[in-house]
């Protein structure tokens, strides 16, 4: 048997003092004291990097579990001793973390694991473990603890069963549950409302996608708080963070409301402001304030009206819900005849003052008769209502009254205010347009006071036409002529003063006056009418000035007999008239040029020309707000009359007329129209009958 060779024996040892050192190195690196406690001797061993640990020198030592206890925080000694009990019993291991009071005071957590050992009895007989420092992890998570503790947001987290593991003193106040009601319970036990809501839906896609969730949601009673939640997924489960937002939300809500209110006060005043433009009548215009006001201060409304006599109708309604708008509507036509005079509406428009209903159905609906009124009443279901006053200037024009139903919050004091709100302008804007009205109907009964019904010689028509302007309550300065001279030719006159005032009109007055006076007589034709007027002006110091057409109408026996008529006419700075043919043709009589409207030069050379045109041709003199504005270029304004002179060329004159001014001017015209128009009918047949009576004044001799 030979011998073990040495060399090899030397490399074992070698290899053992490598691996010894590695795990000493590996020992030092992690910072690991070691022990050895012989149950036998009860003497305990440390290495130096223990000792240090408990603030020991090694002289001072002593070698015994007292020496360890001695180091023990309070707090922690008897949790230590039982768990080393614990293993030397059942020669199993140990494991704790303690905190070790130091001799300056200081405290240090230190965590120890080991192992007993047992003889063949399976007695203990040592204790072998391990320590190394936690106190800097330890400090770690306490910070982060306190700062969680601090947190202005509540936190909780959960295991991944659901159970809360942790919740943060912010958490509890929020909550309303402690600490040790909360730790160990299940999140869906303890607040069962979170189950099948937005806080289930969105905490399981968090754990399921590993995803971060960031939502708003509502939790009712009891909490019944806005929260503002932050859920993310962790390895130990789920943590969540969250606000309770509710009084910002309300704080949104209010803002949002108010801008609401706002835009809405907004709209109706564009929309009322909007009114005599658009030439809305009442009821348009009430009617549209009832579909701008649902559904922000309500779920229905009806609005009511006060005629001149004193009569009260119901004029407008609107619901939220298209199905509902025509109970809404049928509901409108019929209470007002069932209502007792206490009924709120009635009360409201007697005190002037708003009227708050906490409970329609049992104010209004006992004075309600059986039948289709009181089903429909009780079939729109009105929990709450406000009925406002339609006051303006002294006078109740009306009420406007705004229904919610039993879903919904009653009106508050800002619903309330901003109902009076727009109920005062709608009523201010009612009361503007009714005056607008009188003054329009006399404005335009002086106007028409000052233009006479025109002559009807035979066999030619002449229609007049005057409109007002649609925005202007004003006398106006257009006017229109049509008389017959002393040698039966026919004068035509169309003529518009500068301005829009009473001092326009008188200036109409007095001018349509003097060239009446002078244009009567015998051999004067139209160039000399407007020198001499021009003259008349100067001379009586009207300080008018005005454009003015004037277009004679004669013939000649044997023009009559060949069916021709001569058209002779002079222009004062107007737009020019135009002749439609008899073959339909258009022609506008129009100078080589532009010559000056009168007042301004009396010495000016007026000129005079002749077009001659065959029977059943029309002539059409017009004023400038006919085809022209501000939206109607003159050039584009000429070009439409023209074109639907040319359609309607065939129509009656009457229709032509009419038709002219609405083809042109179709949303209402922005300055005053005046119109004449003469149709020659052929003179070898029977006056037609569309023509209608001939009318010529004392001392005209007929055809």
């Given amino acids: 048997m030979s011998s073990p060779d040495p060399g090899t024996d030397s490399a074992d040892a070698r290899d053992r003092a490598a691996d010894r050192l590695r795990i000493e190195l590996a020992v030092d690196a992690a910072g690991v004291g070691s022990f050895d406690w012989d149950l036998v001797t009860r003497r305990l061993r440390w290495d130096d990097r223990l000792l240090a640990m408990f603030g020991y020198r090694r002289a001072e030592f002593d070698g015994t579990i007292d020496a360890f206890v001695d180091r023990l925080h309070p707090g922690d000694r008897d949790r230590v001793l039982d768990a080393m009990r614990a293993a030397i019993g059942t020669v199993g291991g140990y494991e704790a973390e303690f905190r070790v009071v130091l001799p300056d005071g200081s405290t240090r957590w230190v965590q120890a694991r080991g192992r007993a050992l047992g003889d063949e009895g399976g007695t203990a007989t040592r204790l072998l ?113 969250f606000l309770d937002i509710t009084e910002r939300r309300a704080a949104e809500d209010r803002a949002v409301r108010t801008a609401a209110r706002l835009a809405l006060i907004a709209e109706v005043s564009a929309l009322l402001s909007d009114q005599p433009v658009e030439g809305w009548t009442e009821e348009e215009a009430v009617q549209r304030v009832c579909e701008a006001v649902v559904p922000l201060l309500g779920d229905w409304v009806i609005a009511s009206l006060v005629d001149e006599d004193g009569r009260m109708r119901d004029v407008g309604s609107w619901h939220v819900d298209p199905d509902l708008r025509r109970p809404v509507a049928r509901y409108a036509t019929l209470r007002l005849g069932a209502l007792q005079s206490h009924a709120p509406v009635l009360r409201a428009l007697a005190s002037g003052q708003l009227r708050s209903v906490d409970d329609v159905g049992a104010v209004v609906g006992p004075m309600l008769p059986p039948g289709e009124v009181s089903d429909v009443f009780w079939s729109l279901a009105p929990r709450t209502a406000v009925t406002m006053p339609l006051a303006a200037r002294g006078r109740t024009l009306g009420a406007l009254s705004i229904y919610r139903s039993a879903d919904r919050a009653p009106a508050d004091a800002q619903d309330a205010s901003t109902a009076r709100d727009i109920a005062d302008r709608l009523a201010l804007a009612l009361d503007n347009n009714r005056l607008y009205d009188q003054q329009r109907r006399l404005s335009e009964g002086l106007q028409r006071s000052l233009l006479t019904a025109p002559p009807q010689p035979d066999h030619a028509q002449i229609v007049v036409r005057y409109q007002p302007a649609a925005r202007v309550a004003q006398v106006g300065g257009d006017w229109y002529d049509a008389f017959l001279q002393p040698s039966g030719a026919t004068m035509l006159v169309i003529g518009d003063v500068v301005g829009h005032d009473t001092e326009a009109a008188a200036a109409m007055g007095q001018l349509r006056g003097m060239l009446r006076g002078i244009a009567y007589r015998e051999g004067v034709g139209p160039a000399a ?175």
Avoid at 147 to 174: G, Q
Wanted: proline residues 7%; contains cysteine.
């Fill in 529 to 703: 009418v407007l020198t001499d007027l021009d003259a008349a002006m100067e001379g009586l110091a009207t300080g008018a000035m005005a454009t003015a057409v004037i277009a004679q109408v004669e013939q000649t026996r044997g023009e009559r007999s060949a069916g021709l008529t001569r058209l002779r006419w002079s222009n004062a700075g107007h737009p020019p008239p135009l002749v439609i043919h008899h073959d339909g043709r258009i022609e506008e009589l129009a100078g080589p040029r532009a010559e000056l409207m009168l007042g301004v030069d009396p010495t000016v050379h007026r000129t005079e020309h002749v077009v001659t045109v065959r029977r059943g041709a029309t002539l059409l003199l017009y004023t400038d707000g006919l085809v022209e504005d501000r939206d109607l270029p003159l050039d584009e304004g000429m070009a439409r009359l023209k074109a639907v002179l040319a359609e309607l060329a065939a129509e009656s004159l009457d229709d032509l007329c009419d038709a002219v001014i609405e083809r042109l001017r179709p949303q209402g015209l922005q300055d005053d129209v005046a119109l004449v128009a003469i149709r020659l009918d052929s003179q070898d047949r029977p006056r037609p009958v569309d023509a209608g009576p001939r009318r010529l004044p004392p001392g005209i001799a007929p055809d």
């Fill in 129 to 241: 473990g391990v320590g190394y420092d936690t106190t800097s992890p330890r400090e770690g998570e306490a910070r982060l603890t306190r700062v969680i503790e601090a947190m202005k947001a509540a936190f909780f987290s959960l295991d991944p069963h659901w159970r809360f593991t942790y919740l943060n003193a912010e958490a509890e106040r929020v909550l309303a549950m402690g600490r040790d009601d909360a730790l160990g319970g299940v999140l869906w036990e303890l607040f069962p409302a979170a189950l099948g809501s937005e806080f289930e839906e969105r905490y399981r896609r968090a754990v399921a996608c590993g995803e971060e969730q960031v939502f708003e949601a509502w939790y009712p009673a009891p909490l019944e708080s806005w929260f503002e939640v932050r859920a993310w997924p962790t390895p130990d489960g789920l943590s969540v963070s």
